[in-house]
């Protein structure tokens, strides 16, 4: 999982395509001034949508990433949309980024309540399973907050996209959000 999200992706951005400029950009001298904002993104066969698309069905992903002691951890996103710019990095030169904006779910301290794991079910997802991803699991809701920098990821760090459903447990009064994973067709 050594992503830097400057690696070559085999797709490209989809749909609503415009040009953002960023107003305030002083502080980042080897970002470009602009980006281009897209609805979706394809990967091969595979497409991956947002908050921009009349469904989010294909906007719901689960994003792996290394924690503080080099774990890897997953975490659910929504994607709020794609955006490519450019920068300028030391002994690679200018690059193009493929990102995307998301916010991310709240996490449940009964993640494993339905006790479901991955084991079998995808040769893609059984190296995961390892890693302490369930093939069913239970988060808190969407986080509503300002958006900063870590609301973007990579690209890259996709692993695959999920359906979600509300969950009430039992003798309690907070919804939860159930997060089921879906097999990926193609692997970046």
Known sequence: MNIRGYEPIPGKILTLICEITIVDNRNAIFVSPS??????????????????CHSDLSANVMVAFLDNENNIEYWP???????????????????EHTLAMVDWYSK?????????????????????????????????PLINKKLSCENIIPVQRIICRF???????????????VVILLNRRFSV
């Open 163 to 177: 359906v979600k459903s509300n969950y009430c447990l039992q003798n309690s009064k907070t919804n939860l959000t």
């Open 108 to 140: 449940s301290n009964k993640i494993n309540h339905f006790n479901i794991s991955r084991r079998g079910l995808s040769r893609v997802l059984d190296g995961v399973a390892l890693n302490g991803m369930r093939h069913v699991e239970l988060w808190k």
């Open 77 to 95: 996103a929504t994607i709020r949309y794609f955006f490519k710019h450019l920068i300028v990095l030391p002994y690679v030169g200018c690059t």
């Open 35 to 52: 980006i281009i904002r897209a609805s979706a993104l394809q990967i091969a066969d595979e497409r991956f949508g947002s908050k921009l």
